[in-house]
């Protein structure tokens, strides 16, 4: 295992045959998963992804009604969480348009108990990745737009006002200090009320 | 259960493990217990080739599986057999055959003299029973093969299992046809 973390989690388990899927539940019940929910086809697997809110999905990419991938696409677009495909060694195709879906692990029939840990740790590592990616892509944004709002409410002021760049930024953080409002809240204010 | 090669032995590997799981076994039973379901798989499979159709015929496949299970046996058995001319579609008849090798054989097993199967139509649902005039229900009797068939019954089949003394022992898989 990555991280020496002991296994826990609330897993989905998505695979249309009953044998593999009774092998599948105790494997991970010996693991110390708790398996919250069973699904027998893809649709089952997006209701019961909703319903149940599981920490990971393991789902088999050939079920009826709704295959693994397309059912791992509507659990990604409305929750986010690590996913793990179950495929057969000859369905490299559909490996490809899971990646494509934003499946993270792997599994491949016919599969042995030591492969099911890592590709669950692989999973969660990976959505892990790409969850901090998307935080700090959601800050720099952010981070962004806060730079150009004081950009915009400066020359304003200066425009305005008549001030020097310094003057008119000692300004705005002088207006945040007695506020107690972020610099960037100040500035888009200026903005609204002067740009009106 | 009904697919690519690779699918195949993922089942026949999954029962394996499921088994290897099972605790308070004894290793021959096990083992014995493990092969009689791959050949219920296998049964499925021959009747399918020889018809290159779809449907089984689930009178030939019990047939074949009675043959098969009794086969490795001591004699001394009797076994009365009233079977229904009912078509079961692939997967579905592949989860009957390891449904009925499992009932059939803890019949065999644990029953007395008198084996009894009936395979027949009520009400637009097919009826497996499978009795037999043994010292009735067990603890013997649970462990790995019941629950396989339990979930099969209940996921493949879509049907319910009666399990009852009256007396001997009287395994009763009702499911739509």
Request: glycine letters at 8%; one cysteine or more.
């Amino acid at each position: 295992m990555t991280g020496g973390k002991e296994p826990s989690g609330r897993i989905l388990i998505a695979e249309d045959e009953t044998i593999i899927r009774l092998d599948l539940r105790e494997l991970l019940e010996r693991a110390g998963f708790e398996v919250c929910a069973e699904a027998r086809d893809g649709e089952e697997a997006v209701a019961l992804a909703r319903t149940e809110l599981p920490d990971l999905a393991l789902l088999d990419v050939k079920m009826p009604r709704l295959d693994g991938i397309e059912a791992a696409q509507r659990i990604l677009d409305e929750r986010p969480i690590p996913i793990v495909m179950v495929t057969a060694y000859d369905e490299e195709e559909l490996v490809l348009r899971a990646v494509e879906a934003g499946v993270f692990g792997y599994l491949v029939k016919p599969f042995r108990e030591s492969d099911l840990l890592p590709a669950i740790a692989t999973a969660r590592a990976r959505h892990e990745e790409l969850a901090a990616l998307r935080e700090e892509a959601e800050s720099l944004a952010e981070a962004l737009a806060a730079r150009k709002a004081i950009e915009r409410a400066k020359g304003l002021l200066m425009a305005r006002e008549g001030l020097a760049e310094a003057e008119a930024f000692a300004r705005l953080r002088k207006a945040s200090q007695i506020s107690g409002r972020p610099l960037k809240v100040v500035a888009e204010a200026l903005i609204a009320t002067l740009d009106a | 259960m009904y697919g690519c090669f690779s699918s195949e032995i993922q089942t026949v590997a999954s029962l394996l493990r499921l088994q290897a799981h099972a605790e308070d076994v004894d290793p021959r039973k096990a083992l014995g217990d493990s092969v009689n379901r791959i050949l219920a798989i296998a049964a499925v499979h021959e009747v399918l080739t020889e018809h290159r159709e779809d449907d089984v015929e689930l009178d030939e496949l019990i047939d074949r599986l009675r043959a098969m299970l009794v086969q490795g046996l001591v004699s001394g058995k009797e076994i009365a057999a009233d079977l229904a001319s009912i078509s079961l579609a692939g997967q579905r008849a592949t989860a009957l055959a390891l449904v009925f090798s499992e009932l059939f054989g803890n019949a065999l097993e644990h029953g007395g003299a008198h084996v009894s199967i009936e395979l027949r139509q009520r009400d637009g649902d097919v009826v497996l029973a499978i009795a037999d005039d043994g010292v009735g229900m067990q603890e013997a009797r649970d462990g790995t093969g019941l629950s396989i068939v339990r979930a099969l019954v209940r996921d493949e089949l879509g049907g319910t299992l009666v399990l009852g003394d009256e007396p001997g022992f009287r395994a009763e898989v009702v499911f739509p046809a």
